[in-house]
T-cell receptor
Framework: DQQVKQNSPSLSVQEGRISILNCDYTNSMFDYFLWYKKYPAEGPTFLISISSIKDKNEDGRFTVFLNKSAKHLSLHIVPSQPGDSAVYFC?????????????FGKGTHLIIQP | DTGVSQDPRHKITKRGQNVTFRCDPI?????LYWYRQTLGQGPEFLTYFQNEAQLEKSRLLSDRFSAERPKGSFSTLEIQRTEQGDSAMYLC???????????FGPGTRLTVL
């Protein structure tokens, strides 16, 4: 049973436009959410996070929105740049980090078209 | 470079052989995690250490897998009698105890022939 779901395996966006990546979760104990970015043959790189006490966190071109009632979060990238092409993983953890560490989704491959 | 490092980056082995991977975490991080990632999946938790103590093991970690962190610094992950299903990217991450953000290394890609 997948507790963190990224239902879009891939997403293609034109350079300069907004990229919106979605993530749903089922475990109501999750209280901290993270987005990681991964290039081929590299490990995931931390991008941005949000605590469950907030509904929005912004860092430069990246904004994460959290809708606790819908158990849904999204990552907005604006404007999208060619270097943003990568696989994006949504991850979640329970209070104190949880015994299982982070639970990851399967990822969304973002492709930025020139 | 003060990030998480892993060695080797790639390992090709024959079924039945033993392999060992090494991870060097960020120096001030006292938590160290091992994850496995297969194609089309996100990283899956295997085990983690706080200092030298192994505090949690996933059910994915069969008895052929063993991890150590003897001095609370670097860690090794050994797979005995490798099987083709062990082919994956093995990722190491580290963090401070109080932090949820894990910083990942580049991974070791294992191919079992």
């Amino acid at each position: 049973d997948q507790q963190v779901k990224q239902n879009s395996p891939s997403l293609s966006v034109q350079e300069g436009r907004i990229s919106i990546l979605n993530c749903d979760y089922t475990n109501s104990m999750f209280d901290y959410f993270l987005w990681y970015k991964k290039y081929p043959a590299e490990g995931p790189t931390f991008l941005i996070s949000i605590s469950s006490i907030k509904d929005k966190n912004e860092d430069g071109r990246f904004t994460v929105f959290l809708n606790k009632s819908a158990k849904h979060l999204s990552l907005h990238i604006v404007p999208s740049q060619p270097g943003d092409s990568a696989v994006y993983f949504c991850a979640a953890s329970e209070p104190g980090g949880g015994a299982d560490g982070l639970t990851f989704g399967k990822g969304t491959h973002l492709i930025i078209q020139p | 470079d003060t990030g998480v490092s892993q060695d080797p980056r790639h390992k090709i082995t024959k079924r039945g052989q033993n392999v060992t991977f090494r991870c060097d975490p960020i120096s001030e991080h006292n938590r160290l995690y091992w994850y496995r990632q297969t194609l089309g999946q996100g990283p899956e938790f295997l085990t983690y250490f706080q200092n030298e103590a192994q505090l949690e093991k996933s059910r994915l970690l069969s008895d052929r897998f063993s991890a150590e962190r003897p001095k609370g610094s670097f860690s090794t992950l050994e797979i005995q009698r490798t099987e083709q299903g062990d082919s994956a990217m093995y990722l190491c991450a580290s963090s401070l105890v109080s932090a949820s953000v894990r910083f990942f290394g580049p991974g070791t890609r294992l191919t079992v022939l």
